[in-house]
């Protein structure tokens, strides 16, 4: 019988969350390192999203965690080697209530404590700096020029290219069948590729965070929901920023290439991996975003798909190590934003699995204990 | 202040370099020579010129023009002659020279015991409706923005005037990524040299005879031309109109001595069309009816560049024999013997006619003007010469090795090649200033066409590209078989694999544009490119998709996924039916959000629970 195969970490999840995390192990010489992708890479929750990098977070560890992801991203190209089509065009946040506008005075001074540059916009300079937008019943909005986007897909190629370069093996189309625990020890994964012997798993599976963590016995109390999602043809680039809308429900940015990618939550949206797409949310986004930016409404739809968050009770992520299992891990949960937060999570992540404590970010809030009988902050700034 | 000089030379060019060395050698002191100069950096036309000249290498024939300008600067400033730049004569007044220094915004005045004009030449306009919209140029313009301060002033250029400028500049935009539509030419000839004319024409660039432009298209600028047949009285042919999409309309149609300065000396100007018009009555050593006022160069009769250096050099030792008493009789002689040797062929006679006029005669002929037949024994990789004009040119005779090629006793002799003594090296392929030397050698399978080749990029070995034959029209494909660089002439020879019985044919060749080969047309994406991100390891199709932006234009992948797909099969080995063919997703074509948002009226937006749509994409 030939010999087992063996990692020394085995990552569940070819998406933003695991590549990061495994360009970062290697990053610090952990490279007997193995992601296992069930399918392609970025096609659960990365390759689907609008690719929005954002540090306006109504909560102070967030937006710690968000600008050291910011510096990530600024040298992503020097650091990874992969142009991202990365470019801090900033993000326009849009307030159409009175209590939202409220919240987001207190946030502002929050992140300026934080040596976040953050800008108060009246409906007025926003009509004057945006004449393309329509301010009707806007009450504030706030701007961050450093805030930004890039390309999802591009980033999860450019962590991929760069793990094999170091040494580490990523397993695409490989499914994860089971998780090997003994004396309450992770070890090894069972895969349709076979069984491999390792220490570590991380479980970075986005939608699929709770059933992969039912195969060690560990509820994450993390739910999937739809989220839509459509893009325009291209026009000329004028639009730099991430317009964004808690209360109004929306968010629109331009890509590089000069589309339109937009979309919207939906409240009657049943948890569930759901991967259709429905007209009525064609309408109803139609419908808000040709009043707000006129310019669309000549403008023509060419692709509309769906994506899961894996929300957490309290839309933040649930990173951490398990008490019940050792050698579990998990980073999930995301509710929407794990793109973003990805390089400064993977960062902080690898330093933990390697020298037991983070370096440059604490992410110990983000901890599934804060779940335990505490009151909980929930983040208040998701689509 | 008064400035007093020995010798006040205006101008730079050629000429005005060539005289200022002359003078300086002969005298022993440069400092008794300054040279005026209006242009921000000396040589004249030269810093512009960037294919080789012609002539002999005696003269810098088979040097590029700007380096022959930087040649004879090093030389007039080694000399100490003082060169003052973006500086203009702005008058010969009867008590002193004005020179207006534009730099610190002064007018200087001098005095010079001796005036060399050397004030070239201004380009002719053209009339023709809207011929003030910007992007219509002058070829110098042209040639200043392009190559002197490298600025592409168009994409796309008609060229109007099929002389030696007009074929060089078309050429040289070419080399600088332009596009040239058509070069229209009114007479029912090309005016310069067949050589010039045969490398634009195999590049696939039109030489419209008997044809003029009408009319420039556009409101705030070029936006494209109309042009005309015309008849023999030069009259637009109705109904023979063609429109071109330029962006850019580039004149070369002449040139006229710019007299104004030595008019103001009192010379007497004589009015002679075969000099380009009006041009100054002088002798034979260059001295104009005023003593100590000499000329050269474009000023005295339109020509070119060697001969103007030629002139330089016949007045400067006249000047200098003056300044010293002693006599340059023997180097001035040599010279009137090489302007003899140069102004001998077929292109000179309306030089030699017009000198004529003025008492000053040139002798003409003497020269071989028989064509070789000739071309080699066959399977011997050797050159062939396709050289049909007398012009007085002979670098390939004084390069080759060998001394196979000889054009007889006189410059403007028509080369012939002798092929006992050809070894098929190729330097007389890099160095012909007209490129018309190719290389060929037929083997059994197919035969080798070498071609002189100075655009960018040098194509590799194995390079697929369509073989263009000498009006640059597609003959057959063919591929790169190995390229001969020479990094220092920087005219290589790609050595093409062609079929047999198209050594004779093939002449030049195109690189096949990424447009010929597109996968997804939406979005521009060849097969070369996707075939690139498979190599990096990117075998999903959704993957490739994401990368490249394939399939996701706003035909959503209609004709390309199947090709995409047939392309991972053949580069991964798998079936293409084992290959994920990616989701398909909603609309399936574009449609406006306003059509969408008129729906939201008229149905009910509450989801269906009866249909069963939506597509698993997981």
């Known amino acids: 019988?030939?010999?087992?195969?063996?990692?020394?970490?085995?990552?569940?999840?070819?998406?933003?969350?695991?590549?990061?995390?495994?360009?970062?192990?290697?990053?610090?010489?952990?490279?007997?390192?193995?992601?296992?992708?069930?399918?392609?890479?970025?096609?659960?929750?990365?390759?689907?999203?609008?690719?929005?990098?954002?540090?306006?977070?109504?909560?102070?560890?967030?937006?710690?965690?968000?600008?050291?992801?910011?510096?990530?991203?600024?040298?992503?190209?020097?650091?990874?080697?992969?142009?991202?089509?990365?470019?801090?065009?900033?993000?326009?946040?849009?307030?159409?209530?009175?209590?939202?506008?409220?919240?987001?005075?207190?946030?502002?001074?929050?992140?300026?404590?934080?040596?976040?540059?953050?800008?108060?916009?009246?409906?007025?300079?926003?009509?004057e700096r945006y004449p393309y937008i329509n301010t009707e019943g806007l009450v504030m909005a706030t701007f961050c020029q450093t805030d930004g986007h890039a390309n999802p897909h591009k980033a999860v190629i450019g962590y991929a290219q760069a793990i094999r370069r170091m040494g580490g093996q990523i397993y695409t189309h490989t499914e994860v069948k089971n998780i090997d625990v003994a004396n309450g020890k992770v070890i090894g994964i069972d895969t349709t590729a076979g069984y491999f012997a390792c220490d570590i798993v991380v479980n970075a599976s986005g939608p699929w965070s709770n059933e992969v963590s039912k195969l060690v016995g560990v509820d994450l109390m993390t739910e999937s929901y739809r989220h839509q999602i459509l893009v325009t043809e291209p026009l000329e680039n004028f639009f730099p920023m991430m317009a964004i809308s808690f209360s109004g429900n929306f968010y629109m940015r331009q890509t590089l290439h000069g589309q339109f990618i937009m979309g919207q939550g939906d409240k009657d949206e049943k948890p569930g991996l759901n991967f259709n797409v429905t007209y009525k949310f064609e309408k109803e986004l139609a419908n808000k975003m040709v009043k707000i930016f006129p310019f669309l409404k000549h403008v023509r739809i060419i692709r509309h798909w769906s994506g899961m968050y894996n929300m957490s009770p309290d839309a933040q992520p649930i990173i951490g190590a398990s008490e019940k299992v050792k050698g579990y891990y998990?980073?999930?949960?995301?509710?929407?934003?794990?793109?973003?937060?990805?390089?400064?999570?993977?960062e902080a992540l690898a330093e933990l699995i390697v020298f037991g404590k983070t370096l440059h970010t604490d992410i110990s809030y983000l901890d599934i204990k804060r779940f335990e009988g505490q009151v909980l902050e929930r983040e208040k700034n998701v689509v | 202040m008064v400035r007093h000089v020995k010798a006040l030379v205006v101008g730079s060019g050629p000429a005005g370099l060539t005289g200022a060395i002359a003078i300086a050698e002969s005298v022993g002191d440069g400092k008794d020579v300054v040279i005026i100069d209006e242009g921000i950096e000396p040589g004249g036309q030269l810093p512009k010129q960037t294919h080789k000249f012609f002539g002999h290498e005696g003269f810098y024939a088979s040097v590029r023009g700007f380096e022959i300008g930087n040649l004879l600067v090093k030389k007039v400033k080694s000399l100490g002659v003082e060169i003052i730049q973006q500086a203009t004569v702005t008058g010969i007044y009867e008590d002193v020279i004005t020179v207006y220094d534009r730099v610190n915004n002064i007018v200087n005045e001098y005095l010079a015991d001796y005036l060399l004009i050397?004030?070239?030449?201004?380009?002719?306009?053209?009339?023709?409706?809207?011929?003030?919209?910007?992007?219509?140029?002058?070829?110098?313009?042209?040639?200043?923005?392009?190559?002197?301060?490298?600025?592409?002033?168009?994409?796309?250029?008609?060229?109007?005037?099929?002389?030696?400028?007009?074929?060089?500049?078309?050429?040289?935009?070419?080399?600088?990524?332009?596009?040239?539509?058509?070069?229209?030419?009114?007479?029912?000839?090309?005016?310069?040299?067949?050589?010039?004319?045969?490398?634009?024409?195999?590049?696939?660039?039109?030489?419209?005879?008997?044809?003029?432009?009408?009319?420039?298209?556009?409101?705030?600028?070029?936006?494209?031309?109309?042009?005309?047949?015309?008849?023999?009285?030069?009259?637009?042919?109705?109904?023979?109109?063609?429109?071109?999409?330029?962006?850019?309309?580039?004149?070369?149609?002449?040139?006229?001595?710019?007299?104004?300065?030595?008019?103001?000396?009192?010379?007497?100007?004589?009015?002679?069309?075969?000099?380009?018009?009006?041009?100054?009555?002088?002798?034979?050593?260059?001295?104009?009816?005023?003593?100590?006022?000499?000329?050269?160069?474009?000023?005295?009769?339109?020509?070119?560049?060697?001969?103007?250096?030629?002139?330089?050099?016949?007045?400067?030792?006249?000047?200098?024999?003056?300044?010293?008493?002693?006599?340059?009789?023997?180097?001035?002689?040599?010279?009137?013997?090489?302007?003899?040797?140069?102004?001998?062929?077929?292109?000179?006679?309306?030089?030699?006619?017009?000198?004529?006029?003025?008492?000053?005669?040139?002798?003409?002929?003497?020269?071989?003007?028989?064509?070789?037949?000739?071309?080699?024994?066959?399977?011997?990789?050797?050159?062939?010469?396709?050289?049909?004009?007398?012009?007085?040119?002979?670098?390939?005779?004084?390069?080759?090795?060998?001394?196979?090629?000889?054009?007889?006793?006189?410059?403007?002799?028509?080369?012939?090649?002798?092929?006992?003594?050809?070894?098929?090296?190729?330097?007389?392929?890099?160095?012909?200033?007209?490129?018309?030397?190719?290389?060929?050698?037929?083997?059994?399978?197919?035969?080798?066409?070498?071609?002189?080749?100075?655009?960018?990029?040098?194509?590799?070995?194995?390079?697929?590209?369509?073989?263009?034959?000498?009006?640059?029209?597609?003959?057959?494909?063919?591929?790169?078989?190995?390229?001969?660089?020479?990094?220092?002439?920087?005219?290589?020879?790609?050595?093409?694999?062609?079929?047999k019985g198209f050594e004779d044919v093939v002449r030049s060749f195109r690189i096949l544009a990424k447009s010929e080969e597109f996968i997804c047309r939406c979005e521009e994406i060849t097969k070369e490119d996707i075939e690139r991100v498979i190599d990096m390891g990117i075998t999903d199709y959704e993957e490739l998709r994401r990368v490249l932006r394939i399939g996701m234009g706003p035909c959503g992948g209609k004709t390309c996924r199947t090709l995409t797909l047939q392309i991972l099969?053949?580069?991964?080995?798998?079936?293409?039916?084992?290959?994920?063919?990616?989701?398909?997703?909603?609309?399936?074509?574009?449609?406006?959000?306003?059509?969408?948002?008129?729906?939201?009226?008229?149905e009910n937006s509450e989801v269906s629970e009866n249909i069963p749509g939506g597509v698993k994409d997981e």
């Open chain 2, 118 to 499: 050397a004030t070239g030449a201004t380009e002719k306009f053209l009339a023709f409706k809207n011929n003030t919209l910007p992007g219509v140029y002058g070829a110098g313009a042209v040639q200043t923005l392009m190559n002197q301060y490298k600025v592409l002033p168009g994409q796309s250029f008609l060229i109007v005037g099929a002389g030696n400028i007009g074929l060089i500049v078309a050429y040289q935009l070419v080399q600088a990524g332009a596009e040239v539509k058509a070069i229209v030419e009114a007479s029912s000839r090309v005016g310069g040299y067949a050589v010039h004319a045969n490398k634009v024409k195999r590049l696939g660039i039109p030489i419209l005879l008997r044809h003029t432009i009408l009319e420039a298209i556009g409101k705030d600028k070029v936006r494209g031309a109309v042009v005309a047949e015309i008849d023999e009285r030069f009259k637009p042919i109705p109904g023979t109109e063609k429109e071109f999409v330029v962006d850019a309309i580039c004149l070369a149609v002449g040139l006229q001595p710019n007299v104004e300065l030595v008019a103001q000396t009192g010379a007497k100007l004589v009015y002679i069309p075969e000099l380009g018009g009006y041009v100054p009555l002088r002798d034979e050593n260059m001295r104009t009816t005023v003593h100590n006022v000499f000329v050269a160069g474009d000023l005295a009769g339109i020509e070119e560049a060697t001969t103007a250096m030629i002139e330089g050099y016949i007045a400067g030792y006249n000047i200098a024999q003056e300044l010293t008493g002693k006599s340059f009789k023997e180097k001035i002689e040599k010279m009137k013997k090489e302007l003899e040797e140069f102004r001998r062929g077929p292109f000179s006679k309306k030089v030699r006619d017009g000198l004529k006029k003025m008492g000053i005669v040139f002798p003409e002929g003497g020269y071989m003007e028989e064509q070789q037949i000739d071309k080699g024994p066959l399977g011997k990789l050797r050159a062939v010469i396709e050289c049909p004009q007398a012009i007085p040119c002979n670098p390939c005779e004084t390069s080759c090795p060998t001394g196979a090629i000889n054009v007889g006793g006189n410059i403007n002799g028509i080369p012939q090649i002798d092929y006992t003594k050809c070894i098929g090296c190729g330097v007389c392929v890099m160095k012909c200033p007209g490129l018309a030397i190719f290389m060929i050698q037929e083997k059994d399978e197919y035969s080798l066409v070498g071609i002189p080749y100075e655009l960018l990029p040098i194509p590799s070995n194995g390079t697929k590209v369509k073989l263009l034959d000498r009006e640059g029209k597609d003959v057959a494909d063919g591929e790169v078989d190995h390229v001969a660089l020479n990094n220092k002439g920087k005219t290589h020879i790609v050595f093409l694999k062609v079929p």
């Open chain 1, 330 to 346: 998990y980073a999930v949960g995301y509710s929407g934003h794990g793109f973003m937060v990805a390089p400064a999570v993977g």
């Open chain 2, 569 to 602: 099969s053949e580069k991964t080995g798998r079936p293409v039916s084992e290959i994920e063919l990616g989701a398909y997703r909603p609309p399936t074509m574009p449609t406006p959000f306003e059509a969408v948002v008129k729906s939201v009226l008229t």
């Open chain 1, 1 to 127: 019988m030939s010999e087992v195969k063996k990692y020394d970490i085995c990552i569940i999840g070819g998406g933003i969350t695991g590549t990061a995390l495994g360009y970062f192990l290697c990053k610090l010489g952990k490279t007997s390192v193995a992601i296992f992708e069930k399918s392609y890479l970025s096609s659960g929750s990365t390759g689907r999203c609008a690719g929005g990098i954002r540090q306006q977070w109504s909560t102070r560890p967030n937006v710690r965690l968000a600008m050291r992801s910011v510096k990530l991203f600024e040298r992503f190209k020097e650091d990874v080697g992969m142009d991202i089509e990365y470019k801090q065009g900033g993000y326009l946040v849009l307030s159409y209530s009175e209590e939202e506008a409220e919240q987001f005075e207190k946030n502002v001074k929050m992140q300026r404590e934080e040596g976040l540059n953050v800008e108060i916009l009246t409906p007025k300079q926003v009509s």
